[in-house]
């Protein structure tokens, strides 16, 4: 990614960390109108629907909401391919600088490799909007109560690599850096070569 590029994204983070510093947090209970805004966000953004069978049995014992709607996912549980869970907040630059390469990563291994984000200690509304802007149409789901950062890091981004039964191989701490990097850990820690 382009210099120019990282600056660009870098801005829409100082942005969204301003929104949400300005009481952004808990606008659907204050405002009636929010339920009918986040539909049509949801609607834009266009992401996939979440894993309803979990994403692993290593996974804490925890429940999570899905930020495209619909029922609430179990963090434990089965899956059926090896899986990158990315956990990030629209407040966390390096998790910005990050999201194209997990874009394209999740375009390329469609269909070998799954990608679901875990929105953290953010709103649906900044994560619905960042998700359309960037074409983030993997499942997302929230994790307002940090459940997946205290149990796997201190900060995010955070990306575990769980294989096809769910086990958690490997936990990447900080952002990767391109597309090829995330290739590489994948191949190294998963066995799947794209």
């Not at 194209?100 to 390329?108: E, I």
């Amino acid at each position: 990614m382009r210099r120019s590029q990282r600056a660009a994204l870098a801005a829409v983070a100082v942005l969204l960390v301003a929104a949400f510093v300005a009481g952004q947090r808990g606008d659907v209970e204050r405002d009636p109108d929010a339920q009918t805004q986040l539909a049509a966000l949801r609607a834009s953004a266009s992401l996939l629907p979440c894993p309803s069978t979990g994403l692993g049995p290593d996974l804490p014992a925890q429940v999570l909401p899905c930020l495209a709607g619909g029922p609430a996912v179990p963090l434990r549980g089965s899956v059926d391919r090896p899986t990158l869970v990315n956990v990030w907040g629209t407040w966390c630059a390096p998790c910005v600088e990050e999201v194209p390469d997990l874009v394209a990563f999740s375009r390329k291994a469609e269909g070998r490799v799954a990608v679901v984000g875990v929105l953290t200690q953010d709103t649906a509304r900044n994560g619905l909007a960042f998700a359309e802007q960037f074409d983030m149409h993997y499942p997302q789901l929230v994790d307002d109560d940090r459940v997946v950062l205290s149990r796997y890091g201190a900060g995010a981004p955070l990306t575990l690599f769980l294989d096809a039964r769910g086990t958690v191989v490997h936990v990447e701490s900080g952002a990767m850096d391109s597309l090829l990097e995330i290739e590489q850990l994948v191949t190294t820690h998963l066995g799947v070569q794209l």
